[in-house]
């Protein structure tokens, strides 16, 4: 403490490498994120998805414009947010490499839900949305998806990711 | 199976409710979200705090607009936000309850951060932040962050609200 009651400051200049540090301890479900592109599934691994509102039921998946999936998730589009469970990890890794691009849909019995993206039959949930707004900030755009269409699967245990590792 | 490979549709009806089925699946980090309003010390717990860049480092929150902190939380301003660990259960609930208003801040090493913001010293991670975008969608607000100072805590557990209960 340097006066009372007051904690000292951090060095500016680590602030950006703390905040990455700090991310790493929030815990958050893995989910894939799936749409078409020119009529191929294509899809990326996510932990940034976010319940938004209820009424009108919505979420929020955060993507970074350099990622493919950025150049796919336009106003409009179709796309799907699948909840992993503990027993996808390879299927996430799958989904978070470009070298395992070949693997990402053999396995979670993936299928054409009713907009005609890939959806998750094995996922915790598979949630078909269409884009209603998205929304630029630095290097990521917030992609917000109303949701269209929910299917629950069997109750289990999610996957998670917290400190650079899943759970 | 309806046709070959399709996912037979949900009835449109149910997928509000679904929805809220579907996000109890989704894991994810307890935080408080606290700030200064007229001068006294405010603060809700959240399970919306997601990474948004770190260039620059920024996160969002997704904040109802009838909460209180809603009207607290304008462009400019600042707030912190701090990730709870597994044995801040109690703290959680406290933030998390008008009735126990009065128990918030007693626990959990609180004292002013640089801002002058409520900072938990006892958080996994404490991030303060100045708000740099709102962006309202539906019956919430989208609060982003920029990240102005960092504050990493002792190793821990995080606590993790999943299917409605603490983990």
Redesign the interface.
Known sequence: ?TEA???P??D?AT??E??????R?????VSVVACLADGEWVGMSAT?????????????V?VNKQASMAAHLTLGMHFSVN?LNREHEGLSAAFGSSKLRAERFKDGGW????SGVP?M?EA??A?ECTVD?M?E????V?V?GR??????GNEAH?L?Y?DGKYR
Chains 1, 2 share one sequence.
Request: net charge positive; charged share 15%; aromatic share 4%.
């Open positions: 403490m009651g007051k904690l400051a951090v500016e602030v950006g703390m905040f990455r540090q700090s991310m301890r929030l815990a958050s479900s940034s998805v976010t319940s938004l509102t209820m009424d009108p039921p919505a979420l929020l955060c909840l299928a054409a839900g009713s959806v039959g915790l949930a949630i707004k929304v900030y630095g290097s990521h917030i917000i949701v269209e269409e929910v299917r629950m999610p998670v917290f």
